[in-house]
């Protein structure tokens, strides 16, 4: 695990209690990333969500890492996970960017081990209250429930061991839909945003893979809130990202974003020191 950057954090908006949070994955350098950034920076830039997870993050010796790219031009802190290890050039991962200040950084391999993927873990301090974040991107492959069973029981195990009394963010391109055995296991302790907003939304409206590049799996990105903590994150809107192409025809990614605006309630407290991120 490393911590790429760790900027200081751009001119701070207006005081908000509604925490945005996007979703996205990057499909790492495929396609005209140069001119794929630039459509996903103009709309960071219009939108700028206090949270941003980010998965299919790609570094290699011409590529400066995408994650990095991202928060040094939004002015955000960054943390990036990878099993790949730090020595090695070419890198692949999730990552977590965020304009709030950083309380704790980490992150972990999850099990089986020979699927190489991995959660990445921000607690930040929203306006006084804390907020932990955790960005994932499991198994892809249909026949693949068992897998992604085994890494959502590992996904819990971690986020019960390192999360405070605070909300939690669970955020990524979970590569299953709500009803899969696999997601099911999240649904005592986490609410998907998207479906509390809108529940009677069909298969084709929340929807996260762009058709133009393949078969369509469905709703497979998520963004969830714990339903217990302190501090309480209600669902406040929805919406699906990138759902159409930027100048000259370019599409983010070969998925659709997500982003949710977050009700945060509870009182604002200390949020504490900040714990050096790890490297």
């Known amino acids: 695990m490393l911590a790429l950057a760790a900027v200081p954090g751009g001119a701070r908006t207006e005081a908000t209690d509604t925490l945005t949070v996007v979703t996205l994955n990057l ?45 040094g031009s939004l002015g955000y802190h960054m943390y990036f996970t990878s099993v790949d290890s730090v020595h090695r050039v070419k890198r692949y991962g999730n990552a977590i960017l965020t304009r709030h200040r950083v309380l704790h950084a980490g992150g972990k391999n999850l099990d089986p081990s020979n699927d190489y993927r991995t959660v990445a873990h921000l607690r930040i301090d929203f306006l006084g209250r804390v907020v932990d974040v955790y960005d994932t991107h499991l198994h892809h492959t249909s026949e693949g429930s068992s897998i992604r069973v085994t890494q959502i029981r590992d996904l819990l195990a971690f ?42 939304a069909t298969r084709a409206e929340a929807a996260t893979f ?70």
């Open 27 to 71: 499909w790492h350098d495929q396609r005209d990333w140069p001119k794929r950034l630039s459509v996903i920076l103009a709309e960071m830039r219009e939108l700028r969500p206090d949270v941003l997870c980010l998965q299919e993050v790609l570094q290699h010796g011409s590529l400066r890492n995408q994650a990095e790219t991202l928060a």
């Open 159 to 200: 986020i019960d061991s390192t999360r405070g009394d605070g909300a939690v963010v669970l955020a990524g391109d979970f590569n299953a839909e709500l009803e899969t055995p696999e997601l099911r296991l999240l649904a005592r302790d986490f609410v998907d945003v998207f479906r509390a907003v809108h529940p009677s």
């Open 210 to 279: 762009n058709p133009i590049f393949g078969v369509d799996p469905g709703p497979i990105d998520h963004i969830f809130v714990s339903k217990v903590a302190r501090t309480r994150l209600a669902p406040r809107a929805c919406d699906i990202m990138f759902r159409n192409a930027g100048p000259d025809s370019v599409w983010a990614s070969d998925h659709f974003g997500v982003v949710a605006r977050l009700d945060v309630g509870g009182r604002p407290g200390q949020a504490g020191g900040e714990t050096p991120v790890r490297r």
